[in-house]
């Protein structure tokens, strides 16, 4: 395993003993993780044991309530901030299940969204539009999603390409990725994990979800993390995620 | 580097360019210094009329049609069937109000304070960008009017109805309240008695004229009546795209806007009549709208009303040629304390003639929207059809918004759809946009212009850009969204 060296500077998303609730039933029973800038971790788990929620209540989605606990990112504390101010500090959701918002077009979208992250660049109009052609090309879409409406009408695979794009364009420090492979056939899915990897640096960190390890074929991660009923029970390396393949879940709920 | 910019990305770019620009009021609700120099005073009687058609030295028939159309108002009960009309203070309006005797052809002889209105408006500049003419109108009376020398080389004519009657007196009669007559409705009735302005606009045989023609009206005084009449005839085989920019300040008293529009589509010709309207919070906007389409021929109506204390407003067309069609395209924005009261008519009185109504609304807060529609298909009209979709977005928990589509199908063979639509702003969508940034306002405001976003593709990028920010500003002033 290699150990990568952080400077100071560099992104980390601390998470500290979350606890978060839908509906008054409380998922998450005390989250603990930290992901820093150049790190790629797993978080695996079988169905029901709170992966998706921990990504919603990371985002701020309203629809979860956090009852303990803390959520910073580079030392500035988000757990009762808003979703736009959780993206403003560098953080990025790609959902399970991208909503499809009908005749917002993609392209004024991510422009805007760009600007609200990043205003102290003046990207050109013309340039900008350049840069998500070229993108929209490497996840294999075709140009005109550009002025189509935000997954209006799109596959579930097109969703998914289509996280990945805003990804790339919008530049955040910390991703995290929701089932990013669900949906999409094998090509797409190298695809996909060619953009992660090419957007991958020292100063990303990853928080790759998967219910399976069908990704982490693609994509390498140096830590694994087991999410059951709500906590963390376990962490290792990428051997973990082989074992899981072969064995399931059984053998930690036994252990 | 300058790259070629496709549609979607100028009105992008200029509304990036409005962004920044950061407009925080109300630009269009300022007023000028009253200048009229004339007005009949307040009220409606016989002796008003008398003095409007003597200032207008116009011809006996038209003087003796706004007396027999007074007598009609007078007659007519104020329609109870819609929204509360009980504000209008008919004795307190004044019904027609004269800036000054101009009528120029070239913006440099309109007068300063006048000329400076319409350049905040951006009418000049519009003119000068994309437009084959325009006629602008102060109050009662149109100021400016000017065509391309081409199209008037062709025999096309466009100026105010007030200038064509004097020109033009024959085809103005030919057509004057032929299509609306004063017994319609009591507004209809009123207009026909105490008109004033409006544009005359022909277009002869196979004349295809490619970029739109406009007229801008200014309602400047207060607790003034606007009551123009505009007349397009777009004559066999001819093409026309005729807009209309309607804006008025805002005062503590109640003006009335109540105009006739009048279209005649005669066989295999096209035309197409835009307005984009804002009027202020102090304006009941009650127009009578209707096109007469002959064989083969296709009317479009494309509107978008935003502002006004009541309107009502129901583009009709009638189908009078087998294969004639018409397609109305509408939004309505209904903020705070606004009734929108709108639709659409298509009458089929012949065989094979098709109607497509496109109707969305937005209500802000207690703005009420209302879909109004009135489907007629005649025994006899057949194998014709006809689709009505109505869409409504409710952005408050306290918004509404009602539909009362009413259909008379008298022909068997005759097919009709209804599909309609009430969406609010969702949770789920707007935490999605957050989740990219955007700050609650900026989600919603882009869901709604989304929304609107079909509308938009139809209407001239200028009116596109105002209504996207006219939009922008009603969001912006409601704060907090849900």
């Known amino acids: 395993m290699h150990r990568v060296v952080v400077s100071e500077s560099m992104s980390e998303l601390i998470i500290k003993d979350l606890r978060a609730s839908v509906a008054d039933k409380e998922i998450l029973k005390g989250v603990n993780l930290t992901v820093k800038g150049g790190e790629i971790h797993a978080l695996m788990g079988p169905n029901g044991a709170g992966k998706s929620t921990l990504g919603n209540v990371l985002m701020g989605h309203p629809n979860y309530t956090i009852t303990g606990g803390s959520i910073k990112l580079d030392g500035k504390e988000l757990t ?25 077009k993609l392209s ?22 350049a840069r998500i052609k070229d993108h929209l090309k490497k996840v294999g879409l075709d140009e005109e999603f550009l002025s189509r409406s935000v997954n209006d009408g799109f596959s579930g695979g097109e969703r998914k390409r289509v996280e990945i794009l805003q990804m790339v364009i919008l530049k955040p420090k910390i991703v995290v990725l929701d089932e990013i492979d669900s949906g999409l056939d094998v090509d797409a899915l190298k695809l996909v994990a060619d953009e ?22 693609n994509i390498d991660p140096e830590f694994v993390h087991i999410l059951m009923n709500g906590k963390i029970t376990m962490n290792g390396e990428k051997s973990l995620a082989l074992k899981i393949e072969d064995e399931g879940y059984d053998w930690i709920r036994s252990e | 580097m300058e790259v070629e910019l496709s549609k979607d990305e100028q009105i992008e770019k200029l509304l990036e360019d409005l962004r920044t620009s950061n407009i925080k009021k109300d630009d269009w609700e300022f007023h000028d210094a009253d200048r009229s120099i004339y007005s009949t005073g307040i009220g409606l009687n016989r002796q008003v009329v008398e003095e409007i058609s003597e200032i207008k030295k116009e ?8 007396l027999k159309a007074l007598e009609i108002f007078l007659k007519k009960p104020v329609p109870t069937w819609g929204p509360d009309l009980s504000g209008i203070d008919w004795d307190n309006t004044h019904y027609y109000t004269r800036p000054d005797e101009i009528k120029a052809r070239n913006w440099e002889d309109v007068p300063d304070d006048i000329k400076n209105t319409f350049q905040k408006l951006g009418v000049p500049e519009m003119e000068q960008k994309y437009l084959a003419g325009s006629v602008a109108q102060y109050d009662s009376e149109g100021v400016y009017h000017n065509l391309k020398k081409v199209w008037e ?47 005359f606009l022909y277009v002869p045989k196979g004349v295809q004229i490619d970029m739109p023609l406009q007229t801008y009206f200014r309602m400047n005084g207060e607790a003034t009546g ?49 307005s984009v309207q804002n009027w202020s919070k102090s304006v009941y906007n009650m127009p009578t709208k209707r096109a007469w389409v002959e064989e083969n021929a296709q009317m479009e109506w494309v509107g978008g009303s935003l502002g006004s204390k009541v309107t009502m407003l129901y583009p009709s067309s009638y189908l009078r040629g087998p294969y004639a069609s018409t397609h109305n395209l ?116 882009m869901i709604v212009l989304g929304f609107m976003d079909d509308v938009m593709k139809e209407i001239p990028m200028e009116f596109a850009v105002e209504m996207n920010r006219l939009v922008k500003l009603e969001m912006s002033k409601m704060g907090a969204v849900g």
């Open chain 1, 108 to 129: 004024s979208f991510l422009r805007t969204a760009y600007k609200q992250l990043h205003p102290e660049e003046k990207v050109p109009l013309s340039e900008f539009q």
């Open chain 2, 59 to 66: 011809p006996d028939w038209m003087r003796r049609f706004r």
């Open chain 2, 153 to 199: 080389d062709k025999g096309v004519v466009f100026m105010d109805l007030d200038s064509a009657l004097k020109q033009h007196p024959d085809l103005v009669k030919n057509y004057f309240c032929k299509a609306v007559p004063a017994t319609d409705n009591k507004f209809a009735a009123l207009n026909a008695a105490v008109w004033s302005g409006g544009s």
């Open chain 2, 330 to 445: 509408n939004i309505s924005l209904a903020g705070p304390g606004t009734v929108k009261d709108t639709g659409a008519k298509a009458i089929h009185l012949a065989p094979h003639t098709s109607s497509r109504i496109v109707a969305k609304s937005i209500s802000i807060e207690d703005g009420k929207a209302i879909y109004r529609g009135l489907l007629r298909m005649n025994k006899g009209a057949i194998n014709s059809k006809s689709h009505v979709q109505c869409d409504a977005l409710l952005i408050n928990d306290e918004s509404t918004s009602f539909t009362y589509p009413h259909d008379e199908i008298y022909e068997p063979t005759a097919t009709f759809g209804h599909e309609a639509t009430v969406g609010r702003i969702g949770t789920e969508e707007l935490t999605y946009l957050r989740s990219r940034g955007l700050s609650e306002e900026e989600a919603s405001s």
């Open chain 1, 196 to 217: 992660i990897r090419d957007y991958y640096s020292q100063e990303v960190g990853f928080l790759i979800i998967t219910h399976y390890q069908r990704i982490l074929k």
């Open chain 1, 80 to 104: 009762n901030r808003t979703p736009e101010e959780r993206a403003r500090a560098g953080l990025f959701l790609a959902f399970q299940n991208p909503v499809s918002v009908t005749g917002v």
């Open chain 2, 226 to 274: 606007q009551f123009e009449h505009t007349i397009v005839v777009a004559d066999e085989g001819s093409k026309v795209h005729y807009i209309e920019g309607c804006t008025a300040p805002r005062y503590n008293t109640d003006s009335l806007h109540s105009a006739i529009v009048e279209i005649y589509v005669q066989k295999n010709a096209q035309a197409r009549y835009t």
